[in-house]
């Protein structure tokens, strides 16, 4: 296994397998052929021609057309396409969040190939033996990666929260972070990929911050998405990332994004050149 195995399953889907999804003369996603046909069966106004779904029945107006997706997703969990809703809004966009065309529920944004956006903390602790990286174990009942290693803190980023909101409300819930200990966090960038996935196409952007933590902080879940925490030396979490399937998926984009940040995967690495620029791999 490799640092570029993890890259790599996370930029794994077929281009000739899905449709732009349009709206307006606009490209807002990608939807898989099978589902684009499923959708068109629907009393929803989508038909499908030669150069993608188009969504001709979308009507004008970012809180109209919000409302009418609404009842396209009840349509679809009516019918048995999807499995459940998540009752949180992403914003449907051509590119950056501010420039959403309207909302649509978190758990369908994959089926419509939109891009979605997240939040990842690399928590660490400076020791004398070195670096240590705080990693959460996800609670068994997920719906998602149920027992997977996590990143410390990790969330989705829904519509009308600002990043920094966000970010210590979801610092709150997954590990007990008081508020003026979250906004020590501090931005390091964002990692972007596009993979398939049973829902569809995720073409998402994760935002990424690195927290120094105090030696004597010690995380705890408020929200039942955690199970527990390790407190693990860097070395020991890319040996994890590197030759196992441990973690979930994206999260092993982000260490690797850290260990690269830190020094700790050098300009000597073989793949280093490829490693870097594939860490941001936007569709």
């Known amino acids: ?31 898989h052929r099978v589902f ?4 068109v069966e629907l009393p929803c106004g989508f038909v499908l021609n030669p150069d993608g779904l188009h969504w001709f029945d979308a009507p004008a107006g970012f809180e109209a057309r919000t409302t009418a997706m609404q009842g396209v997703c009840a349509e679809l969990f009516e019918r048995g396409l999807i499995d459940h809703q998540h009752g949180e ?19 369908c944004a994959p089926y419509f190939g939109v891009r979605a956006f997240g939040q990842h903390i690399n928590g660490f602790v400076r020791r004398p033996d070195g670096l240590h990286m705080w990693i959460a174990r996800r609670s068994a009942d997920r719906r998602v990666y149920p027992n997977r290693l996590d990143n410390m803190v990790a969330g989705g980023l829904p519509w009308g929260l600002t990043l920094r909101e ?18 020590r966090a501090t931005s390091v960038g964002a990692i972007t990929y596009c993979r398939a996935s049973k829902r569809g196409l995720k073409p998402d952007v994760m935002y990424c911050y690195d927290l120094e933590l105090p030696a004597d902080f010690e ?3 408020h929200d039942g998405e955690v199970a527990g925490f390790h407190l693990w030396p860097v070395e020991q979490v890319a040996e994890i990332v590197r030759d196992s399937d441990a973690f979930k998926l994206n999260c092993n984009l982000v260490i690797i994004d850290f260990l690269v940040r830190h020094g700790l995967l050098t300009p000597d690495h073989p793949d280093y050149l490829e490693i870097v620029q594939r860490l941001r791999s936007l569709a």
Do not use: H, Q
């Open 1 to 31: 296994m490799s640092f570029l195995a993890r890259i790599d399953e996370c930029n794994r889907w077929a281009p000739g397998e899905f449709v732009a999804f349009v709206v307006s003369g606009e490209r807002l996603g990608m939807v």
């Open 36 to 39: 684009a046909e499923r959708l």
């Open 89 to 107: 809004s992403y914003p449907v966009t051509p590119g950056r969040r501010e420039d959403a065309r309207f909302l649509i529920d978190r758990a």
């Open 166 to 183: 966000n970010l210590a409300k979801e610092c709150a819930e997954e590990a007990g972070m008081p508020k003026a200990l979250a906004e």
């Open 219 to 221: 995380p705890r879940c």
